[in-house]
């Protein structure tokens, strides 16, 4: 399929533009539709509403996105003709202000293309916390011409005029397909992603890493996304061993500073330092990946096209959308190599930890033997 845009007549008065960034890409652990309307899923669950992954982009001023499918329509004419009850859209459900607290559950805009009667739609509904919804913008009159070559197959292209939804700050994205037939209908949901896309940081105790030539330490450490702190880091790589390409890059080498990582949650390092180490600050490129589960959100039927209704909050707030993500980032552990302890060090590490002790012995000692001299004076006296 080709690109869609929804033409809306709801103008920002924002002046300022939505965060740009590169080319990102999700795959899309999610493979189970749900029951979303009805109680059948028969001639449902195809391969044309299987997302397999997501890439998606954006200037500051127009969002673009693509979903990559395990199947594809080639001809729209010919699948409405064979399949003259069954609707198929894609769509992005947007959290344009990051709180789950307005919109429906969160999500705040529904923005799809749909395929129906042999032709294709583009909408884009705003949504309240009531369960109400109001169309925004569309555009019914898309035309494309058919490529009988598969060129299109297995994709869908989106791209959203970010001044439609108030040119957001920070906002969330949760893709999706479904298809209904009658009252039935399924759909399949990738995670929420966050927009400007989210970082990866570490952080260990001690914070300030100082390791001696020829010495090692465990360093216990925790990974840190725009989210907060994850509990569940399910895999950290050294570059070096998988990514030897980000290891080259970053100039680390595995030669000078050893490190093994000891265990993944809550991450533990085991960080070896050679006796022929230089001194110096060191960076060790890692590879973290963290899992990020979620919940999806549905709105009106597909099944139903209006200007605007409601979604039953009551109805629909028992219904559960588990999704699942992974975040993988590259970040690095930054560790300092210093000289060894000289006999200066070892004394007044000596002092450290027993001093106090040494000052009480002698203390004591120095008062017995006080005492002892006081009392044999007085005998002589």
């Known amino acids: 399929m080709g690109a869609f845009s929804a033409t809306s007549n709801h103008k920002s008065v924002n002046a300022l533009s939505s965060p740009s960034f590169e080319l990102q890409e999700m795959i899309n652990e999610n493979h189970d539709w749900f029951q979303t309307y009805g109680n059948s899923d028969l001639n449902l669950k195809n391969n044309y509403t299987d997302i397999l992954a997501v890439n998606y982009l954006s200037d500051g001023e127009t969002l673009n996105a ?174 070096g061993d998988k990514n030897s390409e980000y290891a080259i890059a970053s100039g680390f080498n595995s030669s000078e500073i050893v490190v093994n990582v000891e265990r993944i949650q809550p991450p533990l390092f085991k960080i070896d330092i050679p006796k022929e180490t230089p001194l110096g600050i060191y960076s060790i490129p890692l590879i973290v990946t963290i899992r990020e589960p979620s919940e999806a959100v549905i709105t009106k039927p597909i099944s139903v096209d209006s200007y605007g209704g409601k979604v039953d909050p009551e109805v629909e707030i028992s219904k559960k959308y588990p999704t699942v993500g992974y975040l993988t980032k590259p970040i690095n552990l930054t560790v300092t190599v210093i000289a060894p302890k000289t006999i200066n060090d070892h004394f007044k590490e000596f002092w450290g930890t027993y001093g106090s002790f040494i000052g009480i012995f002698a203390g004591a000692f120095i008062g017995a033997f006080a005492k002892v001299l006081f009392d044999k004076r007085k005998k002589e006296s």
């Open 66 to 239: 693509t979903l990559w499918l395990n199947a594809g329509i080639s001809n729209y004419t010919d699948f409405s003709y064979k399949k003259p009850l069954n609707k198929v859209s894609y769509g992005m459900l947007i959290d344009a202000d990051s709180n789950s607290e307005t919109g429906y559950r969160g999500a705040d805009y529904d923005f799809y293309v749909e395929l129906t009667g042999g032709h294709l739609s583009a909408y884009i509904y705003q949504l309240s916390s009531t369960g109400g919804y109001k169309l925004i913008g569309s555009n019914t009159n898309f035309t494309e011409v058919y490529d009988e070559s598969g060129a299109y197959l297995g994709s869908v292209d989106f791209t959203l005029d970010l001044d439609t939804i108030n040119n957001p700050g920070n906002y969330n994205l949760l893709f999706y397909s479904a298809e209904s037939l009658g009252s039935n209908e399924v759909r399949q949901f990738t995670n929420w992603v966050s927009i400007p896309p989210p970082t990866l940081q570490v952080t260990t105790s001690p914070e300030d890493i100082s390791i001696r030539q020829g010495e090692n330490m465990m360093v216990p450490a925790r990974i840190k996304s725009s989210t907060g702190f994850s509990n569940d880091v399910v895999n950290i790589t050294l570059s």
